[in-house]
């Protein structure tokens, strides 16, 4: 009983001594953080392949409309980027037309800066034109493009 009655008393004063200590002590803390740019996106439909045709021969080029559908979300204020990478080998040049801009991929690899509203999703379509080498024969291709995504 003595052992118990003992330790009991040093758990009270050791309570006792954290309690003045924690009443007498002042300070401030600083807490900062990073957090570091992320994107998320789901493609919700893309074109595989693509019909040329005698007549798109003739203008020099091939629309395909939603040819890549997606929806995106980013925590980075900055939006996102676009980065597109095409086979020069079958078409000259891209133009990609989303609802309010358009942008031609002139070179076989491109970036692109997406700005994004907020830290929600936001679906996006976008319209591809293909304008065609001289020695393009009608027939049906893969389409010549890849896309990928990433924060900025």
């Not at 900062?32 to 919700?44: D, T």
């Not at 079958?90 to 692109?112: A, G, P, V």
Request: glycine fraction near 6%; proline fraction near 3%; aromatic fraction near 10%.
């Amino acid at each position: 009983m003595k052992i118990i009655a003992g330790i009991a008393g040093v758990l009270a004063l050791h309570m006792t001594a954290t309690a003045v200590y924690c009443a007498e002590s002042k300070g401030s803390m600083h807490v900062s953080a990073f957090v570091a740019p992320a994107v998320k996106y789901e493609v919700l439909h893309h074109e595989n392949i693509y019909t040329v045709t005698g007549a798109d021969i003739g203008r020099g080029y091939v629309d395909i409309s939603k040819a890549l559908i997606f929806s995106v979300w980013t925590n980075s204020n900055n939006g996102y980027l676009l980065t597109f990478a095409f086979d020069n080998r079958r078409i000259k040049e891209i133009k990609i037309l989303d609802t309010y801009n358009s942008y031609l991929i002139s070179h076989d690899y491109q970036e692109l800066h997406m700005p994004h509203p907020g830290m929600k999703y936001k679906t996006k379509e976008l319209n591809l034109r293909l304008f065609l080498l001289a020695d393009t024969k009608p027939g049906t291709y893969q389409m010549p493009l890849a896309m990928t995504i990433s924060a900025m």
